[in-house]
């Protein structure tokens, strides 16, 4: 039976591999239903005046979560989903406020999360981490836009501020990518995590799993550290690289679970478990993070550098 499951992950890594690929390099819009475009449609976070989500929920139909902070003297965002999301985003900030985009802030380098860059940097300042400039002009090719990258780049913390509004950016560490930021909005103690912490199911019902982006610095030993920091940051609601509105107890248990998955690797690693054993080994079905094998491989390839 496990070696059956294991087959299917290997299969559902592939046709994951392959779909993320061909986004990647073709960035086409999808057709979707119009139960699916509701849920995408922005709307204000309950409680917390001025600002209002742009939903995501996944890395393939509907991008990364987009925060919308406006305020009377400009508008801040965090992040903007495809290449081919500007006009959309544009026209529903537009229907809440007439103020412009002054500010975008990328919470990483994936397509899914800053594949507007190029049309906001027309505009508006667009800032990242140092690592998010970096990647971007590393993994520039023929299908790839260089002109992504953001002009404006920090080390480890910057703030912007659009009249009464005010986004800190913070770099805690290593994780999903080496160049993650977690942006807190402190006056309504609010923070979007990017893909540091994710949660629930895609758009099309399949349930979202951490991923480790090795390809650009990331790592999973670190991960739960950086989630500590993280969690010492003064807020009360979260927004999700992908995923709904949730609290900081959802934090601590994404943050709890990936160091579970972590210490029974470990575990298995120091009771010599081998890398081609080490997936069929380990028992993470109380997890709920459907891991193919070769991502369970990788972070064993890590684990075993030390």
């Not at 959309?88 to 800053?114: G, M």
């Not at 090719?141 to 913070?170: I, L, N, Q, R, W």
């Not at 380990?282 to 064993?300: G, K, M, S, V």
Request: aromatic content about 8%; glycine content about 10%.
């Amino acid at each position: 039976m496990k070696t059956s499951i294991n087959g299917f992950l290997v299969l559902l890594g592939a046709v994951f591999l392959l779909s993320f690929l061909g986004l990647v390099t073709a960035q086409q819009r999808p057709v979707l239903t119009p139960e699916q475009l509701q849920r995408l449609t922005i709307r204000p976070v309950p409680g917390k005046e001025g600002l209002y989500l742009l939903p995501g929920f996944d890395g393939g139909l509907s991008g990364g979560n987009v925060a919308v902070r406006v305020s009377e003297q400009g508008v801040i965002i965090v992040d903007n989903k495809f290449a081919y999301s500007y006009d959309d985003i544009t026209r529903q900030v537009a229907s809440v406020t007439d103020q412009p985009i002054r500010y975008v802030l990328n919470t990483h380098h994936h397509f899914d999360h800053a594949g507007s860059n190029p049309d906001f940097k027309r505009t508006a300042q667009v800032i990242g981490h140092d690592n998010v400039r970096v990647n971007m002009l590393r993994n520039a090719g023929p299908s790839a836009d260089p002109t992504g990258a953001p002009p404006m780049t920090f080390s480890d913390k910057t703030s912007v501020h659009a009249g009464e509004a005010t986004a800190e950016a913070y770099h805690l560490g290593c994780g999903h990518t080496n160049g993650d930021s977690v942006i807190l909005f402190p006056d309504l103690g609010v923070v979007h995590t990017g893909d540091l912490f994710i949660w629930g199911n895609r758009l099309d019902g399949s349930t979202l799993a951490p991923f480790i982006d090795y390809d650009n610095g990331g790592c999973a030993r670190d991960w739960t550290a950086t989630l500590d920091g993280l969690l010492a940051l003064d807020f009360d609601t979260v927004i999700p690289g992908h995923g709904p509105l949730l609290g900081k107890a959802e934090v601590r248990i994404f943050r709890d679970k990936f160091d579970h998955l972590q210490r029974r690797i470990q575990a298995l690693i120091d009771a010599g478990v081998g890398r081609d054993e080490i997936a069929s080994r380990l028992d993470i079905e109380d997890l709920n993070w459907p891991l193919a094998p070769e991502r369970i491989q990788a972070i064993f390839d890590e684990f075993s550098e030390d």
